[in-house]
């Protein structure tokens, strides 16, 4: 039996105290990622990962925790300077300590951090997913695209409840120029673990209703350390690829997200959201106003120049048509004198020729004619008769020759019929 044994405690103290003992071991900087973040009683606990940098294989890690009395002061620091509170999957520079404990075993808790170091790194992060869309040719694609004329019907992404969204509502409706939008919201999820499912589910809907002119995604007020959901590369690729314009309203004006260099436009509120779809809607009704009034000054110059034309023809009426019907007598004239002139000789000599022809066939046809030709015309009391049953006995008969008469009376024995 070895008389030098001793118990596991009084072996445990002597690790913690050669871990006390040792400078080395206490407030030093180091450089890890974190990994399963939770609070509990004002506690913050949580796991320090070392990864290979070449394969991202974990080489080493430890239990930390971050005592309440320090933990709120150092955490809104922390938040204040990068946009997010302390969470999983980011690198951070802490300063530690090392202590160990017989029941526990060792632990590291945490008393600063610098959020520099991991402002640094998100920005380095953020930046390579911006050079991966940018290679992937999409970076630009929303931003790029043109705006209707009158955006009026707008899809608005957003939690129906929040504050921002009857900001947005409000501003959209009541604007002053008196403008008719019609909006449709899609539910998300604007802050968590969902964020970025929630709002790429809800862009997928619009777009298979296709029906919107624009999209608005607003987001008012909340803590900035929220922000972070919206470094997210699905979600930032979504909005690059979507076919109509997207406007990002979360946030306030120094707060930047992935989402802020692929979306058409950003503004700093759900109420500036709101505020610049109606400028590019009134801008369109400036428009239109400008070309109404240009039609009206065109159509009133014409009239007036038509009404000018009319005054101007009506004074030259009544002397332009007598001009024409002088102008139209002189050429009747000038055409009647010759053509009437001609047309009567013409007549004249056609029915002269007529008459002629119907005198020498009367001439040819009289009984003077007939008489020369040796016939004769016997009248009884002045009637000329053809038949001798005509005449009785004791009739005078005058016979009519072509130089004279005969005169005689008819007897008994002188009548014959053939």
């Known amino acids: 039996m070895n008389v030098n044994a ?21 407030d030093v900087w180091i450089t890890a990622e974190t990994s399963d973040v939770r609070t509990s009683g004002g506690h913050c606990y949580l796991e320090l990962i070392d990864k290979d940098p070449e394969n991202g294989a974990i080489r080493a890690r430890a239990r930390a925790t971050i005592w309440a009395s320090i933990y709120a002061r150092i955490n809104a620091a922390f938040a204040a300077a990068t946009g997010s509170g302390l969470r999983s999957d980011i690198k951070v520079m802490v300063k530690l300590s090392a202590t160990y404990h017989p029941s526990y075993g060792m ?56 504050a921002g969204y009857g900001d947005f509502i409000n501003q959209l409706y009541n604007n002053q120029r008196r ?39 607003i987001r008012g007020g909340g803590a900035t350390s929220d922000l972070a959901a919206y470094d997210n590369y699905d979600l930032a690729a979504e909005i690059a690829r979507f076919p109509i314009p997207v406007v990002i309203g979360i946030g306030h004006q120094r707060d930047v997200t992935l989402l802020d260099y692929v979306a058409n436009t950003r503004v700093k509120t759900p109420t500036a959201a709101a505020e610049y779809i109606i400028s590019i809607a009134s801008k369109a009704l400036d428009r239109l106003q400008t070309l109404t009034q240009q039609i009206l000054e065109l159509a009133s110059a014409q009239i007036n120049t038509a009404q000018q034309r009319l005054a101007t023809i009506a004074g030259l009426l009544p002397a332009l048509t007598q001009a024409v019907v002088d102008q139209q007598r002189l050429r009747i004239g000038t055409q009647v004198s010759g053509t009437i002139a001609d047309a009567i000789t013409s007549s004249m000599t056609r029915q002269r020729d007529r008459l002629t022809a ?56 002188n009548i014959s019929a053939k």
């Open 6 to 26: 001793i118990t596991l405690l009084e072996f445990q103290q002597r690790i913690a105290a050669v871990i006390t003992a040792t400078a080395a071991l206490r």
């Open 107 to 162: 632990s590291l808790s945490i008393t600063d951090i610098d959020p520099t170091f991991t402002l640094g790194d998100l920005l380095r992060r953020r930046m390579e997913m911006v050079a991966r869309l940018q290679r992937e040719g999409i970076l630009e694609q929303n931003r790029n695209l043109r705006w209707p004329q009158a955006p009026l019907r707008v899809a608005v992404i957003s939690a129906p409840n929040a």
């Open 179 to 217: 403008l008719r939008f019609s909006t449709k919201l899609y539910r998300a999820v604007l802050q968590g673990e969902q964020t970025a499912s929630s709002i790429i589910s809800a862009l997928r809907a619009i777009a298979a209703d296709g029906d919107a002119q624009c999209v608005v995604i």
């Open 358 to 413: 119907l005198g020498e066939l009367l001439d040819t046809l009289s009984p003077e004619a007939t008489l020369r030709r040796g016939f004769s015309i016997t009248r009884v009391n002045g009637c000329a008769i053809t038949s001798p049953s005509q005449a009785v006995a004791g009739d005078v008969l005058v016979t009519t020759l072509a130089d004279g008469s005969i005169i005689s009376t008819v007897s008994a024995s």
